[in-house]
């Protein structure tokens, strides 16, 4: 990448004393707007060092750096140097790494040799695969393209909620309530709709519960009429599950889920075992965490069942030995904090060092406008009815606005689709949300029909202008003010992938590529492109050029389609 900061921390480093290039680099600003150079940097923490007056540091530096090779000019205002580079070099620097680069523009290798376990999506079988869902899955699938992007060797795995003691409720409601036919037609809702039931029923009947535990029981020891039941279940689970999936574009190296650990629940006990971990509370086997102010973490029920977490250590383990990872991310709701604090901890406390590579990534809740959902009340709103609903509208959007002539259908899906995801992935993940289709469906607004239907824009210019992209411009054509501004977001990319890897934050690219979208479209206003002047024109193409490709990448990492045409 053209690193334009550290050009200006070694032009300081000639100037200043004790202080090192790194540190220098971090206390370097980006001014808010380019009247005040493309880079700043205060001189207070200087004061002290130097004994003088920040403001005398700066006018120093600035009288001596002027002239250095590669600025316009450097200029010091009120404690602060200001450097303005050479546009043109600028300019040459940034284009001509977009075009190198191509798709890779924005990632890098430095993940080189590095395995990464990403962990994402992992629904409930036999649950509906609900709006909650969303989150997890789209999160989880950015957070992998970024890593992938940064040359990390990554591993996608979905953790499948598709054991415990609900399928004990599951198949207890199926024998007493259920038909075969409705199932078959139509799986998840009539089995939601027993889930529902079995909640109604052992409210007024708690011994319900006791058989559902029992069966689940009988599950786990293998017994061979629950044992399909549940292979059942999970096969018509993962079909609709599928087709979410392929709506989305999202794929998984690995759906080993809860149930894959069946088999391995008693070398992880024992091994707890063994380290002294374990005591008996009340006929169960648990972990006192009380030392770390967290509640005890129950491993073994009474009747020798497992659980939830038994199961994660089995896995945590399982994935060490398989994979050997460098890093396991957890992409789970915020509301298992507790869950991951307890689970890591174990891990530190059987003596694995490694447990300080697991990490949690949470991220908040989001409710639909008109109230949330709650599984247990069958109140559900189904992620793949509001996919196709996505669709359908963005497809009248389309034909209202007559904005695309051929392949509406296509165009609808990857905008429709895509705008779900923009919006999923437009803020903090840790901030609730409520899902708006006014907010998601706006082509004007910040959204993913905006950066989308400006990248379409790119294409349309580049195919209009009917000419050749070269590097080997006149530079000088594309140094005005919003061209300039364009191209430095542009160059700025690929310190947002590496910062969005750093945080786990995807919605660091998606603003940066708004800002982009935003920048190019102010260039576009401002200037005229496509003009008669052939070697403008070709600088100006250059830039769109490059404008394009940065939005593409960005939405890809997004997990996007960027439609050429719209
Ligand atoms: N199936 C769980 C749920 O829907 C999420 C699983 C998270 N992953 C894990 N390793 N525990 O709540």
Redo the contacts with the bound molecule.
């Keep these: 990448m053209t690193d334009f900061k550290e050009k200006v921390a070694m032009a300081l480093g000639q100037f200043t004393e004790g202080i090192e290039l790194d540190e220098l680099k971090k206390l370097i600003e980006i001014p808010p707007n380019s009247e005040m150079g493309d880079f700043a940097f205060p001189c207070f923490r200087l004061a002290k060092t130097m004994r003088k007056a920040p403001n005398l540091i700066a006018e120093e530096i600035a009288s001596k750096a002027s002239g250095l090779d590669g600025f316009e000019k450097i200029e010091n205002k009120g404690g602060y140097v200001n450097f303005f580079l050479d546009k043109q070099a600028v300019m040459k620097a940034s284009l001509e790494e977009v075009i190198e680069k191509g798709s890779s523009f924005g990632g890098s290798d430095i993940g080189a040799g590095k395995k990464v376990i990403v ?1 994402y999506s ?3 079988i036999a649950k509906p695969f609900h709006i909650g ?1 969303i989150r ?1 899955t789209v999160i989880g699938n950015s957070i992998y393209k970024i890593y992938d992007f940064l040359g990390y060797d990554t591993i996608r795995i979905n ?3 598709d054991y415990g003691t609900q399928f004990g409720k599951m198949i207890v409601a199926y024998r007493k309530w259920g038909k075969k036919e409705d199932v078959e037609a139509n799986p998840i809702k009539t089995l939601l709709g027993l889930y529902v039931k079995f909640h109604e029923e052992a409210d007024k009947d708690p011994s319900l519960e006791d058989e559902a535990r029992a069966t689940f029981k009988s599950l786990e020891d293998g017994a061979e009429e629950e044992q399909k039941l549940w292979q059942w279940f999970r096969d018509e689970s993962l079909k609709e599950f599928g087709r979410v999936y392929d709506m989305l574009g999202i794929d998984f190296d690995s759906y080993a889920g ?1 149930s894959f650990y069946s088999d391995k629940m008693d070398a992880i006990t024992d091994m707890m075992g063994e380290k002294k971990l374990l005591k008996e509370s009340q006929g169960a086997e648990i972990v006192d965490l009380s030392e770390y102010n967290m509640s005890p973490a129950i491993i073994r029920k009474k009747d020798g069942s497992t659980l ?1 977490i038994t199961r ?1 250590l089995a ?1 945590v383990k399982y994935r060490k030995d398989t994979y050997d990872f460098d890093k396991c991310i ?1 992409v ?2 915020s509301q ?1 904090n507790l ?1 991951f604090q307890q689970l890591f901890k174990i891990v530190d406390l059987m003596g694995f060092d490694w447990f300080e590579k697991c990490v949690h990534i949470p991220f908040g809740l989001v409710s639909m406008e008109d109230g949330t959902m709650s599984t247990r009340q069958g109140k559900v709103v189904f992620l793949e009815d509001v996919l196709n609903r996505a669709v359908e509208k963005t497809a009248e959007i389309i034909k209202e606005k007559n904005v695309a002539q051929d392949n509406i259908d296509e165009v609808a899906k990857q905008v429709g689709i895509g705008a779900v995801v923009f919006q999923e992935l437009s803020n903090n993940r840790i901030k609730d949300y409520v899902f708006s289709w006014d907010k998601v469906l706006n082509f004007e607004g910040e959204t993913g029909p905006y950066v989308q239907y400006t990248h379409a824009r790119a294409c349309s210019v580049i195919r209009n202008a009917k000419t050749d992209i070269t590097t080997d411009v006149d530079y000088s054509y594309i140094t005005s003010g919003s061209a300039y501004e364009l191209a430095k977001l542009i160059s700025r990319f690929p310190q947002a992938v590496l910062d969005a890897a750093a945080k786990y934050e995807p919605s660091i690219v998606t603003r940066h590529i708004i800002d982009i979208a935003q920048g190019f479209n102010k260039f576009y206003h401002d200037e005229h492109i496509l003009v008669e002047n052939e070697a403008e024109k070709k600088a100006k193409l250059l830039l769109v050029e490059a404008a394009r490709q940065t939005l593409r990448n960005g939405l890809g990492l997004l997990g996007m389609q960027a439609p050429e045409k719209m």
């Design positions: 962990e992992s629904p409930n869902h997890s953790h499948l909620g809860e939830y994660d896995a957890y789970v709701a298992q869950h």
